[in-house]
């Protein structure tokens, strides 16, 4: 005998959900701009967690001096620019999110080969506002 589980249907996400969904690599590229290790770490649940090739870490106190130790060194003069590939609302708390973009120097074009990123994201809704639970580069 075969059992099929039928999955329920996920809840159409509103208008401000995807909004806020999207907005929040927006609010990482202005951190990264301004070279704000709190205002990255602002971003993340309290469990939430970073990835870099480099590095990782877990909670906004972690992550805060993980990227200001990366901001004062490997990351100094970089920028960063984050484009949307693809979002799933996995329920109408939680989105997964794909951006690509590039990390480049002042002195590279940001098309040079080996700048390319690709950012994986789980978002969650805690308490009314969207947050980043997992960020992969």
């Known amino acids: 005998m075969t059992t099929q589980t039928i999955a329920a249907p996920r809840s159409q996400p509103t208008a401000g959900d995807q909004a806020a969904v999207a907005f929040i690599p927006r609010r990482v590229a202005a951190a990264w701009e301004a070279k704000s290790a709190a205002a990255f770490a602002d971003v993340f649940t309290d469990t939430g967690v970073l990835i870099l ?9 972690q992550i805060r001096p993980v990227m200001a130790a990366a901001f004062a060194g490997p990351f100094r003069d970089t920028r960063l620019t984050l484009l949307p590939v693809s979002i799933e609302f ?43 639970n997992a960020y992969h580069q």
């Open 53 to 61: 090739p480099n590095a990782f870490a877990k909670g906004p106190d």
């Open 90 to 132: 996995l329920s109408s708390t939680a989105a997964l999110f794909v951006t690509e973009g590039t990390l480049a120097t002042p002195d590279q074009d940001e098309l040079a080969q080996g700048t390319g990123i690709r950012v994986s994201w789980l978002m969650v809704k805690q308490h009314g506002q969207w947050l980043v």
